[in-house]
């Protein structure tokens, strides 16, 4: 055998990759079966379902109030930002605590509290995810009033006064995870993936004779007949 | 890893030693791989002075009980005079192979308690002469020794075409080294997924290192429905 041949029959082709696969098929078909089952029983009995409520404010800044649509729209831009930071402080999340009256610390609602503002427009979004329907809602609109309630009578807060206008009234919580099919679909996925990897792996790590050509290449003695796998047939 | 996995999804391999499928299914594409064989053998052996020759492998369950018997049946289909001798003392196998019990076999003649005319059988069904182990021996290296037994070999061979010996795996017990002294040369058998290639490697050295002629190699058990041969693999031959 010279170099060149060597090469070739050391390569992998896709014929063989493909009969790989074939052969593991049934390896490759439990472990999506396996990921696909997990992740449905998590998506359905494990994972504790979500829901999320959300509601808006507008900030306006009124340069006059006797002038109808006298607004300094530059200054509401920049207090946007100032605002939405304010609704994740403790200053009004603990006000939201003691209005709802929640066995929480501040710190674990603002996990689940989105607040985004966009540069575009004067609008800030609030959103809440937790596992309680009517929580979810209460914590949204109480962040809002809190908000606002601090804006308009806390003297700290003076910069802010009586620019944050609520647009919206939060509504009970939206189912919101775990989403099931996509967790099916990845377990499917990811089973596929790691069913193809083992298999892989398992023919890499063969190292039993399984081609003519590798015998004689090995040994350089001449392979005299290769002989498949029969079955008993006892009716001709 | 080193013994053949047991799949449940696959079928069980052919334990029935007594079914030829060369003889059961000559149409079959086994059968033409074993006639393949045969011209492979007859052209590894052009001045036809390969008589005795020896089958082993590197573990048990390889496959050398049938790839002998069929090969045997085979030789005598082309009228060629054939005796098998099961020389795998631990394991005699042979006697499965022609449905016979495992008595007045090769180690009841040497120790002289049957005539060369009694373990010398033939097997109408298969059309082959062959003698079976015999009773079992704690001694089996003394009787592969045995002067007799060396004779007999040389008797067979001038009375043969072909004498075929079954000899133990190499990795396990040395066996197959003192027939290797009797015959000709070795097949070796490589069953496909069984042995791992440094075994194979090392049997194939042990015999190498004790100047035993290998003629070839076969590689039996192959997967033909999953594995890593198309299907019709090297089947032009048939049109040679």
């Known amino acids: 055998m010279n170099e060149q041949q060597l090469e070739t029959t050391n390569e992998i082709s896709l014929i063989d990759l493909f009969k790989i696969l074939r052969k593991n098929l049934l390896l490759i078909i439990a ?13 359905y009995v494990i994972a504790d379902p979500t829901y999320k409520s959300n509601a808006d404010v507008m900030v306006q800044v009124q340069t006059d109030v006797a002038v109808e649509g006298a607004y300094d729209y530059t200054t509401a831009q920049k207090l946007l930002a100032t605002i939405a930071e304010l609704m994740k402080k403790d200053v009004v999340l603990i006000e939201v605590i003691n209005e709802l009256g929640l066995e929480m610390t501040a710190s674990q609602i603002r996990n689940g509290l989105t607040v985004t503002s966009s540069t575009t427009s004067y609008f800030i979004n609030i959103s809440y995810i937790s596992d309680d ?10 962040v809002i009033d809190a908000a606002i309630d601090i804006a308009n009578n806390n003297p700290a807060f003076s910069a802010i006064k009586d620019k944050i206008t609520r647009t919206s009234n939060a509504g009970l919580g939206v189912y919101e995870s775990p989403n099931k099919p996509l967790y099916i679909v990845i377990g499917i996925i990811l089973g596929g993936i790691v069913g193809v990897g083992i298999a892989l792996l398992k023919e890499l790590f063969n190292n039993t004779f399984q081609t003519k050509d590798q015998l004689e290449n090995y040994f350089g003695i001449q392979v005299l007949g290769v002989i498949p796998e029969f079955e008993v047939r006892e009716v001709k | 890893m080193s013994k053949k996995k047991i799949n449940i999804f696959q079928i069980e391999r052919n334990e029935r030693y007594d079914y030829l499928v060369t003889k059961e299914q000559p149409l079959s594409y086994t059968s033409e791989c074993f006639q393949k064989v045969l011209i492979n053998i007859d052209y590894a052996n052009l001045d036809n002075d390969m008589k005795v020759l020896q089958f082993t492998s590197t573990l048990a369950s390889e ?37 016979v019990t495992n008595r007045e076999g090769l180690t009841d003649y040497l120790s002289g308690k049957v005539q060369y005319e009694t373990v010398v059988r033939h097997s109408e069904e298969i059309g082959v002469d062959f ?16 002067k007799k037994l060396k004779e007999l070999i040389v008797r067979l061979k001038s009375e043969y075409d072909y004498v075929l010996l079954d000899t133990p795996p190499v990795i396990a017990v040395s066996d197959a080294l003192y ?13 496909q997924n069984v042995a791992k290639k440094s075994l194979v490697k090392e049997a194939i050295q042990t015999l190498k290192h004790n100047n035993v002629h290998i003629i070839g190699t076969i590689l039996t058990q192959v997967d033909l429905k999953n594995g890593s041969y198309g299907y019709g693999y090297d089947y032009s031959y048939k049109y040679e």
């Open chain 2, 179 to 191: 027939v290797a002294k009797l015959a000709d040369g070795v097949i070796f058998i490589v069953a």
């Open chain 2, 63 to 99: 496959g050398k009980s049938t790839f002998i018997s069929n090969l045997a049946y085979l030789l005598g289909q082309k009228g060629k005079k054939v005796i098998l001798i099961d020389l795998d003392l631990r394991k005699p196998k042979m006697n499965r192979v022609f449905n």
């Open chain 1, 133 to 142: 329907v009517t929580e979810t809602r209460d914590v949204v609109n109480g």
């Open chain 2, 131 to 146: 003698i079976v182990g015999g009773e079992k021996t704690t001694s089996v290296v003394n009787v592969l020794e045995a």
């Open chain 1, 31 to 43: 472990f999506t079966f396996a990921f696909a089952v997990f992740a449905t029983v998590y998506a």
